[in-house]
């Protein structure tokens, strides 16, 4: 079974422009996870979506959006860029909302310049 | 709050010795602990998990770690470093927030292997 993908691998804005990143979930999983991780540290919680709906959010500024569709892929959009947006953007899905194992993609590298 | 803190943000083993990567979690209830691996250009890969259950938790690739309640610690070992060991370690808690669940990670141990 393929795990779960992330599209593109890399991509480089400029600040102000708005981005999509995109996530395949492993099939059969209904849960959808988003992490930032900046160069030199862990990765920190943006979403959870599960069945369609958001179900956790961290501390992100609204320009940070998502959403879920009914095959259980998942959008990542960030408006209004900036140079502090540059990370390595992470997906992960589960079976469900529990977490127990989080199975995560390769991630999209994200340049703002 | 759920936090987990990594003791070390280098850890440099000889090949064939011990690895011991310390962790210290902080959790107002019976926490779940996570430890994940990230290789270079490769996405997190999860080691272990502690819910629980027994308190020395095996994972795979010959990694353990067990959960010490009186110490609040979760620290990671093998008893014998690989080259193939070199990566970026990372200890997390699971935490429930809002009626949600949440992934709360550590800042990360590098570990480095020598020949």
Known sequence: DAGVTQSPTHLIKTRGQQVTLRCSPISGHKSVSWYQQVLGQGPQFIFQYYEKEERGRGNFPDRFSARQFPNYSSELNVNALLLGDSALYLCASSLGQGFDEQFFGPGTRLTVL | ?115
């Open chain 2, 1 to 115: 709050a759920q936090s987990v803190t990594q003791l070390d943000s280098h850890v440099s083993v000889s090949e064939g010795t011990p690895v011991l990567l310390r962790c210290n979690y902080s959790s107002s209830y019976s926490p779940s602990l996570f430890w994940y691996v990230q290789h270079p250009n490769k996405g997190l890969q999860l080691l272990l998990k502690y819910t629980s259950a027994a308190t020395l938790v095996k994972g795979i690739n010959g990694f353990e770690a067990e959960f010490k309640k009186s110490e609040t610690s979760f620290h990671l070992t093998k008893p014998s470093a690989h080259m193939s060991d070199a990566a970026e370690y990372f200890c997390v808690v699971r935490a429930i927030s809002g009626g949600y669940n949440k992934l709360i990670f550590g800042a990360g141990t590098r570990l480095a292997v020598h020949p």
